[in-house]
Every structure is written in C-alpha cells, then in structure tokens.
C-alpha cells in the first residue's frame, strides 16, 4: 500500500470526461482537496454522441444541477427511447424505451402473460403496455408526479463541459492552459508530475486521465494494455454533421440500420445532430459521406467530419496512481448512448473508493474488477443488436450474424429464446425489459412462457392486458406535445450563429 495521504488531484484533459469529473470533484471534496485540470484549447475534443440515458438524472440531482437552467443551455430535448429502423430486415422498425412494459409477477416478468396473451388472441402488441414508448412515438412528454415517466436528454455536447466547467471553478477547481508534453514517473513507476509545452510540471498525488482515445496517461506512460473488441465490434469509424431543424423535435433518438452501419439522429430545440457510424472494411470514407449526406434533412451546419476508433477497454483501468475516465478507459459505440453513463459511473465508482490514506491494491483490484465487468455487460448489449439479425443482403450484415459471439452474450440469448426469461446481473446497466425489447425487436420469439402466466383464465387474463393499455392511453391522451412542454419548461435561446461540431462519444 501507497502510504502517501492524497491531497493533490491533477486531472489531464478536459471535455466531458474531464469537466464532469472535476463536478463531481469539487462539489464533493473541494473543501479538502486541491484539483487541477489540465486542458488546451488547441486540442479537439473527440466523439459524436448528443444523447444521453436515465442514470444522468441521479448524476445531476447529486450535484444539485438544476434541471431547467442545464437543459436551456444546453438546449436540451427529452428522451425516452430509441427508434431502430431496419435493423432486423429493411423496412420494418422496433422502439426500445426507457420505461417498464406492464407488471410483472414475482415469479415471471411480465413478458409470460404477454406471451400467452398473444397464444389467445387476448393481447396487443407488446409497445402497447409501456407508457414511455407510447408517449415517445405520440411525441409527448410531461413530468409526472412519482417519477412516473423515465428519461434522458439529448443535449448539445459541445456546451456541456462549458456548463460544468462555470459549475466547478466556484467550488475550487483550478484550470490550467497547456498541452502536456511529458509524463515524469517517480522511483516506484508512479506519476510524480506532468510537464506542460510552457516548461510547467504539475505535480500530484492523483491523476486523472481524461485525455481521450490516446491514454497519454494510463497508456502511454504506465502501459495499461488494450483489450480490442473489433472482432464482436467492426465498426471503426463515423462521421458526424449538424443539420437545421425542419420540424418539431421528437423525444427519442433514431437509429437507421444502414448497408454497413448505421446513421443516428439526435433532435435539439434548434438544430439536429446526425452521424453515421460504419465499418470501413466495407464502406470507404467518402462513401460513407454520402450516404450521409444522402438521408439528412435540413441545410447543413457543419462539415462532416470522419472520426477512427476501436472498440474495446483498458485491461487495467486504475494503474499505480492514475484512474483512466472516459474515452481514456476504453470505447464502445454510442449506438445505446452509453459513453457519458460510462464516464459517470467511473466517477462514482472512484467517489466510493477514494483513496484518502493512500493508495491500496485492493481499491485498484476492485475498481478494476467493477469497471471490466460493467464494460463487458454494456458489450454484450450492443453486440446483441447486430447478431441477430434477418439480414443477409449485404457483406457487412452477413458478417455480424454470422460471427463468433461472447460466451455470456449467447447464454442471455438461449435463454430468453428456449423459457422467456431474462435475470439482470448485480450492478448491470441494462434492465430485464432493455433485453426484452431487443431480443425481441430482432426477432426472438420465446417458446414457452411461465405456467404462471396459465394460472388466470382467458377473461382474468383479457382484464389485466386491457387495464394495462387502457392506463398508459388515458395517460398518453393527457400529455402536452413534447415541443409545448419545452417551451414552457426550458426554452432554449436561439443560437446567434452556428454551435461548433459537437464531438463526444
């Protein structure tokens, strides 16, 4: 153990990853703590993702970010779900909400009762019994009372390590101008100090790397390894561009399955951020520019911008004296919009393991452990999407379902395909009806349901599907438009000119 009591926190890189853990920080221990972050305005920041997933709202309410004032700078429009068009077969689409469908049993979640339901003839279709979805594609919101409705944001990423940097810096943080040039090691391999361009060394007793897909910390200098997912991930690349709004905004994120990717839109109360994430085994740059360009609405803001990465995560994400946050600590695509997720629980994960006394190997092992398992989880579920497929009318969608898939990721499938049911893992991200809507979106029938669902007649059974779809309509049929809900809650002043490409993965 690394006796050496930690007073000085040196964070390297700002951005999201950057600024979110310097909030979170500060608000904290900024009383006991001296932090400095680290960042350079002449270095981009990279990445393309806008939207964002529920655990967001826990982050904000701990650090007593109001609401209101954080989605009219950012300009923020709600989120519920996500549109997956064409990924099963062209032409047919499927809605993965945020919300619960149904009720479920103690015994079996309430997919059983669907699925007998549907053996009857006594059931709708499965969206139906979920409030979150129906609202979404009736393209309505409100806060209910009780947290009745769950929730993200799509947001303007470009603005939001502005918004919590002017949050921080009241509460301690000390942001210094410079591109770090050297990473200085002490005599047990540790990071004593990080030496700016300006000749500057910036020494400390805890570093945080948040300098992006490079690791200039946790790599470069301490060698943390890289664990390539590439081979269950093809996609290496995406291209991103701002377009002008040419409707109301809809509160959930699309996701168009295209020949060797697929493309996102993102609705912001004044522009709409797109982008299509492809394989470049398969599709050249230029001709993923194309397609791009070819399936946006509105005049275009930006210059698309082509952006490489590979999927995969440190083999160690806490090495020695340096935790890696964010892009620094691996990268998954941001088809479920789980990069700034994966940022937070990072900065929780090392909240609770604050080494205060010093450093201990069992803090490191154990957030090690944490951060490897929630990765490969998150993993699993994007994997999930492209394998079970229909599709077969291109190379690239040949590939994804015909390839090898994680051990873990085929136990999930046989499962829910041979019983119906689906268990969530302590500490997983992705609910039981997350799999749900998925697996059965891409076309997984369940070939039995739990005899429990047999229990109710065929009127007792009628009753409890009717009076779940009769709640969530009258509660849908209540509910203000999505566009008349932000503007009286957080509207958003109009841009005076163009936002700069927004970046963050």
Known sequence: MNSKQIKRVVIAGGGTAGWMMAAA???????????????????????????????????????DINEQQFMAAMQATFKLGISFENWRVPGENYFH?????????????????????????LAGAYPDYCLELKAALANKFAHLPNNGM???????????????????????????????????????????SLKLDSGTAVPGDLFIDCSGFRGLLIEQALHAGYEDWTHWLPSDSAIAVQTEAVGEPIPYTRSIARDAGWQWRIPLQHRVGNGLVYCSRYLSDEQARKTLVENIEGKMLTEPRVLKFHAGQRRRHWVKNCIAIGLASGFIEPLESTSIHLIQRGIIRLMQLFPFAGISPSDIDEFNQQTKVEFEHIRDFIILHYHVTDRQDTPFWRHCRGMEIPASLTHRIRLFRETGRVFRGPNELFQENSWIQVMMGQGIVPQQYHPVAGVMNDEELRTFLNGISAGVDRTVAQLPSHQTYLRQYCPAAPPTIAAPAARRM
């Open 25 to 63: 920080l500060s608000k904290t221990l900024g009383k006991v703590l001296d932090i400095k972050l680290i960042e350079s305005d002449e270095i981009g920041t990279v990445g393309v993702g806008e939207a964002t997933i529920p655990p967001i709202i826990i982050f904000h309410r701990l650090l």
């Open 97 to 121: 909400s945020f919300g619960m469908t149904g009720t479920d049993h103690w015994t079996a979640g309430f997919q059983h009762f669907w699925l007998r339901g549907r053996e009857r003839a």
């Open 150 to 192: 769950n929730y993200a944001f799509h947001l303007d990423a470009s603005l939001y390590a502005k918004f919590l940097r002017k949050f921080s810096e009241p509460f301690g943080v000390q942001r210094i101008e410079g591109k770090i040039v050297d990473v200085q090691l002490d005599g047990s391999g540790a990071i004593e």
